[in-house]
């Protein structure tokens, strides 16, 4: 039950992310072959703290399109992996990625949106925030979440931190995303 539920919350945490970024076109668009962004991550779930890691690697780039793996663990456990392809010649659409899990139909709502610093993986950067409110439903889950994203042009697919808090299947879940790692590996 709980990698469904963290199937569902992972699902969900980049898509809030993207939807942002695809404001200012695709923030995958100036990225190479070998950058990658670690993001170290808690879930809070039925009273049980889960930790755990996620890293988006870029594996192969042309001028038409980017190729993202994206990898992890959760209390030490593997999380499948998945790569998707993103169309650089248009505006990042998060509704068209193809690995999000079978029974992902979401609605994204931007709410409030700021300005601010934020330091992560021991750097300040200048970012954006942005709230969101995502219902729908993942991993054929029924959801309900609140969301607020820190965005930032310096980074490699420009999330730099995500916090939520939802109702999954009825029950709560509180996720916290930051950046711990950037770089390239070429």
């Known amino acids: 039950m709980y990698l ?9 945490a980049f898509v809030p992310a993207a939807a942002r970024a695809a404001d200012d076109g695709n923030p995958y668009k100036n990225v190479k072959v070998g950058d990658y962004a670690t993001y170290k991550m808690t879930m809070k779930v039925a009273g049980q703290t889960l930790a755990g890691t996620v890293t988006q690697s870029i594996t192969a780039k042309t001028e038409k399109e980017a190729t993202i793996k994206v ?4 209390n030490g456990m593997d999380i499948p992996e998945q790569t998707q392809k ?5 505006p990042f ?9 079978a029974g ?19 750097k300040e ?15 054929g889950l029924e959801i309900d979440s609140d969301m607020k994203v820190w965005m930032s042009k310096d980074l490699p697919g420009a999330m730099a931190k995500m916090d939520m808090t939802s109702t999954v299947a009825g029950m709560k879940i509180e996720m916290v995303m930051e950046l711990s790692e950037t770089g390239s590996k070429k």
């Not at 469904?4 to 969900?12: H, K, V």
């Not at 950067?125 to 991993?139: E, P």
Request: proline letters at 3%; aromatic letters at 6%; zero cysteines.
């Open 71 to 74: 990898t992890g663990k959760i």
């Open 86 to 90: 993103i169309d650089l010649t248009k």
């Open 104 to 122: 992902t139909d979401v609605k994204v709502e931007k709410g409030k949106e700021g300005k601010e610093k934020i330091k992560v993986a021991g």
């Open 4 to 12: 469904r539920l963290f199937a569902a919350a992972i699902a969900l």
């Open 93 to 101: 659409d998060p509704t068209k990625l193809g690995s999000q899990p």
């Open 125 to 139: 950067y200048d970012a954006t925030w942005t709230a969101f409110k995502v219902t729908g439903k993942a991993s």
